[in-house]
Every structure is written in C-alpha cells, then in structure tokens.
C-alpha cells in the first residue's frame, strides 16, 4: 500500500507570492492534517479535514487555509508569503475519524518551502 | 489544552545499548493517547508506537517499547539494542478525546546520536 504522498517536495518562493502544497493520503485514509515544522516553533498543527470538512484548526493566520477533495486529496494555500513561513510542512492520514480514538497518523516527507 | 516536554534536546548512546527518551505530558482529559514518532535527516516522520490512556499493559513494537506511568504523567519510550539507524529526532506527541478530531500536540523532540 502506497504512503502518504506530498508534492512538492522542494519549493522557493519570494515574499507576497502564494503556494499550494498537495497531500495525497494513504488509500482508505479519509482524515488528513496539516502540520507546519520551523526551527523555532517546532511542530505545529495547522489543520485537519474529514470527508471534505475543515473539523479542527491550530492557531495560524487565515493567510492559511486548505480543501479536502472528494477522493481525500488534500491542499494547502498560503497566501502573501511573508519569511516567517519557510518551514517543512507534514501532511498526515489516518484511518478513522473518531474522535480520540487510536487514531495513528501516518506523516508524508514533507514538502520544505522556503520564502525569498 | 494538552502539553508535551521532552527534557533531552540530545542524547548520546553506544550501539548495542539501550536507551530512554523522556517524554511527560499534560493534560486534564481522562482520555487521551500517546505517540512516539521518529524523524531521520530526510524528514518524514515514521510512527513508532501507541499507549491508550486506558491501557493496561506498557506498548512494545520489536525493540520499541513505551514506559507509561499514569500517575506521573510520564510516557518514555525505551529502544533496545540500538543501532546506527536509530540516529535522527525523536518526538512524543498526544491527543486526547476532548479534541475536535486527530489533532497530535507535540513536544520539542530529542535528538538520538548512536556511537558505532
């Protein structure tokens, strides 16, 4: 069974432009999240979407913002680049959608953005 | 809210050895789950292993096993006969039920450094 598939896997962007990141989960997986992983911050939660429904979302500017696909695809946007927001950005599947259940995600390699 | 502090920004170990990375958490939620996931250079986080707040038994996978004591709030994972390729990051993260689906909360991550 094919893994959690992130593209791109590099991307430069300058300041202001904007950039889609894409996650394709683990075939079956209907739950997808979004995390952003900076030096500074560590690791955090941006959000997650289940069966094309935003169902939880972390502490982040609406600059950021995501869709899920009917097939579970998911995207992320962010908006007006600015240099805080290079980052390694982890798109993560899980199998089922219950809440606080054992809920294993399943992280992709990431895609690492870095803002000019 | 829940929190994770990993106390070890780094750690040397002698192959062959075993080794415990500390991980404490947080949390006011009487049900919750805890994941060990390790991060290599290429940056995919690869999941480890689960503890269920309402486990009776320690979590063991192969080498990996996870030293839950409840009362002090305290999830170590130990890996047993290290070995070269157990060098990378390594992040303790939860979730716990009262969160609106799969969000993982994640502490700073302690990096494993193997000596041949």
């Known amino acids: 069974k094919a893994g959690v598939t992130q593209t791109p896997r590099y991307l430069i962007k300058t300041r202001g432009q904007q950039v889609t990141l894409s996650c394709s989960p683990i075939s079956g997986h209907r739950s997808v999240s979004w995390y952003q992983q900076t030096p500074g911050q560590g690791l955090q939660f941006l959000f997650e979407?289940?069966?094309?429904?935003?169902?939880n979302k972390g502490n982040f500017p609406g600059r950021f913002s995501g869709r899920q696909f009917s097939n579970s695809r998911s995207e992320m946007n962010v908006s007006t680049l600015e240099l805080g927001d290079s980052a390694l950005y982890l798109c993560a599947s899980s199998p089922v959608g219950r809440q606080g259940a054992k809920n294993i995600q399943y992280f992709g390699a990431g895609t690492r953005l870095s803002v000019l | 809210a829940q929190k994770i502090t990993q106390t070890q920004p780094g750690m040397f170990v002698q192959e062959k050895e075993a080794v415990t990375l500390d991980c404490t958490y947080d949390t006011s939620d009487p049900s919750y789950g805890l994941f060990w996931y390790k991060q290599p250079s290429s940056g995919e986080m690869i999941f480890l292993i689960y503890q269920g707040s309402y486990d009776q038994q320690n979590a063991t996978e192969g080498r990996y096993s996870l030293n839950f004591q409840k009362a002090r709030k305290s999830a170590n994972l130990v890996i047993s006969a290290s070995q070269l390729g157990d060098s990378a990051m390594y992040f303790c993260?939860?979730?716990?039920?009262?969160?609106?689906?799969?969000?993982?909360?994640f502490g700073g991550g302690t990096r494993l450094m193997v000596k041949p």
């Open positions: 993260a939860m979730t716990a039920k009262g969160n609106a689906g799969n969000m993982l909360t």
């Open positions: 979407y289940f069966s094309e429904t935003q169902r």
